[in-house]
């Protein structure tokens, strides 16, 4: 039974940092591609980032993230990280981890929810003073 779960989520104000982290089961976590998505309240779910089964075949991020996230990944202990610097309010969420069983991330479909065979579930990030 494939599984992911995210966790480290919490309150942070605006400026800092935190680092999530996803660990998966139940399928080679080092044969596949790693997403994360977020959700806002009232908004639809959109990817922040993904990082290939060897990162140095390809690693995306969203404009509004870049520059601030870092993805990682540890395959020894089937884990996937987002190491997340000067956290704005708006980066509020529920954050997932998702895969959709390939080797690399594509350009073009990184980040579409719809390709996705596998999701975690999220952990709230919640950025406020």
């Known amino acids: 039974q494939v599984q992911l779960q995210a966790f480290g989520g919490g309150l942070v104000q605006p400026g800092g940092s935190l680092r999530i982290a996803c660990v998966g089961s139940?399928?080679?976590?080092?044969?596949?591609?790693i997403m994360w998505f977020r959700q806002a309240p009232g908004k639809e779910r959109e990817g922040v980032s993904c990082?290939?089964?060897?990162?140095?075949?390809?690693?995306y991020y969203s404009d509004s993230v870049k520059g601030r996230f870092t993805i990682s990944r540890d395959d020894a202990k089937n884990t996937l990280y987002l190491q997340m610097n000067g956290l704005k309010p708006e980066d509020t969420a529920v954050y997932y981890c998702a895969t959709e069983r390939a080797d690399r991330c594509y350009a073009a479909t990184w980040n579409l929810v719809s390709r996705m065979d596998y999701w975690g579930k999220g952990t709230l990030v919640t950025v406020s003073s």
């Open positions: 139940g399928f080679r976590f080092d044969d596949y591609a």
């Open positions: 990082i290939s089964r060897r990162p140095e075949i390809g690693i």
